[in-house]
């Protein structure tokens, strides 16, 4: 029987859709989520509060009380970061890394010993414990949905974060809170026949290729992550000529794997 296309216009059109789709996202097997860390600070009466991040690992152990299972991730720029510029709701990416899905029991943020606080126009050295500089571990208990993509800010308290001792000096003992937030959904489902070769595309607007995935040739099973809320058309191209493309139409809720379930294919 010969295939519908209604989806595709040419095979040229395929070809490059299938191009520009895969580069977005080829596996059909995605079983990790994108984390973006981002550092953000609430108020403080100081001219500067400078604070010298080296490194930020996560921890999906059980046992986060050790040092198994810490993972790190590479910063987008390692060095000194002034907390007064991201106030009033401004922050910066730190990280932003694919993860295994499942639970982040912690984060531990590394400091180096470049750290400072300006007042009045003097900048005065930051003391910064030793337990500090090996390891500021954070709680976190997110869990990671494959396809979805999350967003954490580490929130720095400057004001209490710094410590005047009865000598004049400054100790930096930082406080800080965590919260975390989902910033996009996905889509999955299973395409039957696995073995049709099936490619998979969450579609807006009529053309527009959002996300793409290849569905396994054994399993059927496909996941489109990383998806804007929204409505959207499901086009099923089919490789093998025995079966018709296919297109479902569903929608993309953030935080949620919206599952299409069984898809068979008909000859």
């Not at 993972?71 to 694919?98: A, C, H, M, W």
């Not at 337990?131 to 500021?136: E, K, P, V």
């Amino acid at each position: 029987m010969k295939k519908s296309l209604k989806l595709f216009i040419t095979i040229s059109f395929i070809v490059s859709v299938y191009a520009i789709a895969c580069k977005k996202n080829s596996s059909s097997g995605n079983s990790t989520s994108r984390m973006t860390i981002s550092l953000t600070d609430d108020p403080s009466a100081y001219d500067a509060v400078n604070i010298d991040i080296e490194d930020i690992q996560v921890n999906s152990s059980a046992d986060s009380g050790t040092n198994s299972g810490w993972i790190s991730l590479p910063l987008n720029r390692k060095g000194v970061y002034n907390l007064l510029d991201f106030r009033n709701g401004i922050d910066t990416v730190l990280t932003s890394q694919e993860l295994p899905a499942g639970t982040i029991s912690q984060i531990r943020l590394i400091l180096g010993s470049n750290n400072s606080v300006v007042i009045n126009g003097v900048t005065l050295p930051l003391t910064t414990p030793s337990a500090q500089q090996s390891g500021l571990k954070l709680n976190v208990h997110a869990t990671l949905v494959a396809g979805i993509e999350y967003k954490l800010w580490i929130d720095f308290d400057a004001a209490r974060s710094i410590v005047q001792t009865g000598n004049g000096s400054f100790i930096l003992k930082p406080v800080i809170r965590t919260y975390t937030d989902a910033t996009s959904g996905a889509i999955k489902g299973i395409v039957l026949p696995p073995n049709s070769h099936s490619l998979v595309y969450a579609i807006q607007n009529v053309t527009d290729t959002i996300g793409s995935a290849v569905a396994d040739s054994t399993s059927g099973n496909f996941l489109i992550g990383g998806l804007p809320a929204g409505n959207y058309n499901v086009g099923i191209h089919v490789a093998d000529s025995s079966y018709m493309d296919s297109t479902i139409a569903t929608s993309v809720t953030t935080g949620v794997v919206t599952d299409l379930g069984s898809i068979q294919l008909h000859q």
